[in-house]
């Protein structure tokens, strides 16, 4: 089965869709980079949809600003979503607390909710 992408809008909970579907990665990434006018200061993500949901990719830095420094996209799969939402529920048990504290920053409380949300 093929892949689609599509960006999302992740300063909304549950996120919305910022963009039709897009056919690569690629095309998304510069999308975010070239900036949508209807979101023009909101935290957008990438989607890849195989069938469902399967992938999110957080974008390069190149072309806006946030929380995160990196050139590519980097790409959390649906189920590692799921768990570090759950661990953010659970802040108050040291081993689950140690986990979270080594995620990289871009999956934020905030970030995370607003997509779980869609799951």
């Given at each position: 089965?093929?892949?689609?992408?599509?960006?999302?809008?992740?300063?909304?909970?549950?996120?919305?869709?910022?963009?039709?579907?897009?056919?690569?990665?690629?095309?998304?990434?510069?999308?975010?980079?070239?900036?949508?006018?209807?979101?023009?200061?909101?935290?957008?993500?990438?989607?890849?949809?195989?069938?469902?949901?399967?992938?999110?990719?957080?974008?390069?830095t190149?072309?806006?600003?946030?929380?995160?420094?990196?050139?590519?996209?980097?790409?959390?799969?649906?189920?590692?979503?799921?768990?570090?939402?759950?661990?953010?529920?659970?802040?108050?048990?040291?081993?689950?607390?140690?986990?979270?504290?080594?995620?990289?920053r871009c999956w934020?409380?905030?970030?995370?909710a607003?997509?779980?949300?869609?799951?």
């Open positions: 089965m093929s892949s689609s992408f599509e960006l999302l809008c992740v300063s909304h909970t549950p996120a919305i869709g910022a963009a039709g579907e897009l056919p690569t990665a690629d095309d998304a990434a510069r999308r975010i980079a070239a900036g949508l006018p209807e979101h023009p200061h909101c935290d957008l993500i990438i989607a890849r949809r195989s069938g469902g949901l399967v992938e999110f990719g957080c974008p390069p190149a072309g806006r600003s946030g929380r995160c420094y990196h050139s590519s996209v980097r790409w959390v799969d649906v189920e590692w979503l799921r768990l570090l939402a759950a661990g953010y529920q659970v802040p108050d048990v040291p081993v689950v607390a140690d986990a979270v504290a080594q995620v990289p934020t409380p905030a970030r995370v607003s997509i779980v949300s869609l799951l």
